[in-house]
């Protein structure tokens, strides 16, 4: 629970102290089944999977919202594939949900940590912005 609340700490500092507003990096979107993983500034596809490959069944809002943040630190920490750091049965909120929900859902892997920025569904078709927050050890920090 220390590191959730550390988490957070740390997500909300690097939004509120940023000069700029905080920006995605990365765009998640489903069509069909399948999800793709974009850079923000460029396009250019990062990855694709499936559910399937995934084992998700039936994909809900909240199953898509758990998918986007694994799925973007799969691809961008370089683990290729990982199992869920955010409990199946969490409900998880964005970045743009963080004055009226409890608190915001993140992803820690390899030194950064993945949080839904924003996220719609429209139409059949599901995207979600991701933002990342590069950790420094502490000992770099205060150095």
Do not use: C
Request: hydrophobic share 45%; no cysteine; glycine share 8%.
């Amino acid at each position: 629970m220390k590191a959730l609340v550390l988490i957070l700490t740390i997500i909300g500092a690097a939004t509120t102290e940023a000069s700029a507003p905080a920006a995605p990096q990365f765009r998640v979107s489903v069509d069909k089944g399948i999800i793709t993983l974009r850079d923000v500034n460029n396009g250019k596809i990062l990855g694709k999977t499936t559910f399937e490959r995934l084992g998700v069944v039936a994909p809900t809002q909240d199953e898509l919202r758990h998918v986007a943040p694994d799925v973007t630190a799969a691809v961008v920490a370089g683990n290729g594939s990982r199992k869920r750091t955010v409990g199946p049965s969490a409900r998880v909120y964005t970045l743009a949900e963080k004055d009226k929900a409890p608190y915001v859902t993140g992803t820690f892997e390899h030194g950064a940590v993945f949080v839904l920025f924003s996220d719609t569904q429209m139409n059949g078709r599901y995207e979600a912005l991701i933002y990342v927050v590069k950790i420094r050890r502490i000992a770099e920090a205060s150095a």
